[in-house]
């Protein structure tokens, strides 16, 4: 069974940038789409954007185009959330997520394997 694990998480001024990564073992995600989400103190966990085999990236928040980028080495197994000029509202606990198939969902529903999440706080 899939299993993912998120690192690179941490502690940013605003404006600045992380890369987050998100590894996967048990199985190969050459199948997976992949989605990352965020969840805020008091909040929903929000999709940010998935990246997919056959659709490439889709980004379901407006307000980080332009600012997230998301990659994948299927070979290595990984998938990267690039993460720049941050802000203050982007603090947040983020997961990676994934599902069988090229399909990508904006909703927690869509997805069957988690992560456990990496801690990102923008803070001065």
């Known amino acids: 069974q899939l299993q993912l694990v998120e690192s690179g998480g941490g502690l940013v001024q605003p404006g600045g940038s992380l890369r987050l990564s998100c590894r996967a073992s048990?199985?190969?995600?050459?199948?997976?789409?992949i989605a990352w989400f965020r969840q805020a103190p008091g909040k929903e966990r929000e999709g940010l954007l998935c990246?997919?085999?056959?659709?490439?990236?889709?980004y379901f928040k407006d307000s980080v185009k332009g600012r997230f980028f998301v990659s994948r080495d299927n070979a290595k197994n990984t998938v990267w959330l690039q993460l720049n000029n941050l802000e203050a509202e982007d603090t947040a606990v983020y997961f990676c997520?994934?599902?069988?198939?090229?399909?990508?969902?904006?909703?927690?529903?869509?997805?069957?394997?988690w992560g456990q999440g990496t801690q990102v706080t923008v803070s001065s």
């Open positions: 997520a994934a599902e069988q198939g090229v399909s990508c969902a904006a909703y927690v529903s869509g997805y069957s394997y």
């Open positions: 048990r199985a190969s995600l050459d199948f997976y789409s």
């Open positions: 990246i997919s085999n056959k659709w490439g990236d889709i």
